[in-house]
């Protein structure tokens, strides 16, 4: 028995099977039919968006075009870069600080030599006041007066601030034309002729009159120092009301040392 064969109908492929519906409702489409060439195709970019475009064979880079539309924008400000601040990111460390070890070494030379004649010009001290130099000279005052015993350095440095707020007081109710940064400053880098007195009197332990004059000169030279730079014209007349707690206080910086 012969078999029959049954022609199927295949649609022709480019049949529009999309269905024709009113504007309010979804057209529904089929893909098989559609022509592979919708498929494929090339993405131009439009000169009016972007303003001018490619010139000479050259093309423009993403910033360039990122940079268009922000400016278009009017958001331009994002792409501003602060100068200034990217050369902060590039200063040596002291210089971020606002450490100048010159100044500080300098200023450690006119503590070191009080008298006028020698030609140091120490109101610098005072008119250019510092915060890390005088830190230096209290923490190392600190570990030579405590040493092995490091938890008590953050009294020192209690001291020193306490001490230069009393004594900015006393030169305020006096008269005095000094701020507390400048009292600060003074009374720290002061404290060097104690640190030379600490480490000068392990060499006269066996003497003890010598001992008690290098403890009487280092304290003397300490409080000398700082009240030759805090006490100025105004308090010429009133100098023993201000140099008098200068002197117990650097007495009571060198006790720390001494135990006593």
Not at 132 to 142: Q, R
Request: some cysteine.
């Amino acid at each position: 028995m012969a078999a029959t064969s049954v022609p199927l109908h295949h649609p022709s492929s480019n049949a529009d099977l999309s269905y024709e519906t009113q504007p309010d409702e979804f057209a529904f489409t089929s893909p098989v039919t559609q022509d592979s060439s919708a498929y494929t195709g090339s993405i131009e970019t439009q000169d009016s968006e972007l303003g001018e475009g490619k010139k000479s064979g050259q093309s423009e880079g993403p910033s360039s075009i990122y940079s268009q539309i922000l400016s278009r924008k009017g958001f331009e400000w994002l792409l501003e870069v602060d100068d200034a601040e990217e050369n902060d990111f590039n200063k040596p460390l002291l210089e971020e600080l606002d450490i100048d070890v010159q100044d500080i070494y300098y200023k450690v030379r006119c503590v070191l030599f009080p008298l006028p004649s020698l030609g140091f010009k120490r109101d610098v001290l005072r008119d250019s006041p510092d915060f890390w130099g005088p830190l230096f000279v209290v923490l190392l005052y600190a570990m030579l007066a405590l040493y092995g015993q490091f938890r008590v350095v953050s009294w020192i440095i209690t001291i020193w601030l306490s001490g230069s707020l009393i004594i900015f007081l006393l030169a305020r109710v006096l008269g005095g034309e000094v701020n507390y940064s400048q009292c600060l400053g003074v009374i720290g880098y002061s404290i060097i002729p104690l640190v030379l007195t600490a480490l000068a009197l392990p060499l006269a332990r066996y003497f003890p009159m010598l001992e008690f004059l290098i403890k009487a000169f280092g304290v003397v030279w300490a409080s000398y120092s700082a009240g030759s730079l805090l006490i100025q014209e105004e308090l010429k007349t009133k100098r023993p009301l201000l140099l008098y707690p200068i002197l117990l206080l650097y007495i009571y910086f060198f006790s720390l040392y001494t135990g006593v």
